[in-house]
């Protein structure tokens, strides 16, 4: 059996390279994004007056806040998300109602995450 350096791949078919998964990876990625938005675009008093240590520790735990709210809208999305969908709003009301199950509550919970994780450390 050839191993590859990506990650070996057990009897079954699936790869065992990797511990965490590629949602994960995705969520964490637009967190730490979403934090630097957040700690730079901000012009509130809070965040003018605070050091550039702060503002890293606001990104860092920002973003561990983010991550965290992202995989618990994530969870919460998987518990509730409906099977079937009835609507009598026509098409496009169709279309934002799938919409929303698929990226809505972990972008809602990203959004809290990175706001409560901000504004801990700038206070």
């Known amino acids: 059996m050839e191993s590859n350096e990506s990650g070996s791949t057990n009897g079954e078919g699936q790869v065992?390279?990797?511990?965490?998964?590629?949602s994960v990876l995705w969520w964490g990625i637009a967190a730490v994004v979403l934090a630097i938005l957040m700690c730079t675009f901000n012009n509130s008093a809070y965040v003018l007056r605070?050091?550039?240590?702060?503002?890293?520790?606001?990104?860092?735990l920002g973003s561990i806040?983010?991550?965290?709210?992202?995989?618990?809208g994530d969870a919460l999305r998987r518990?509730?998300?409906p099977t079937s969908v009835y609507t009598?709003?026509?098409?496009?009301?169709l279309i934002w109602?799938?919409?929303f199950w698929v990226c809505g509550p972990?972008?809602?919970g990203l959004g809290?995450?990175?706001?409560?994780?901000?504004?801990?450390?700038?206070?």
């Open 16 to 22: 065992n390279g990797f511990a965490v998964s590629q």
């Open 50 to 60: 605070a050091g550039f240590f702060a503002k890293f520790f606001a990104v860092i």
């Open 79 to 81: 518990f509730a998300q």
């Open 65 to 72: 806040f983010g991550l965290g709210g992202a995989l618990i």
């Open 106 to 108: 972990q972008v809602i």
């Open 88 to 93: 009598s709003g026509g098409f496009f009301h």
């Open 112 to 123: 809290i995450g990175v706001a409560l994780g901000c504004s801990l450390v700038l206070k």
């Open 97 to 99: 109602i799938k919409v």
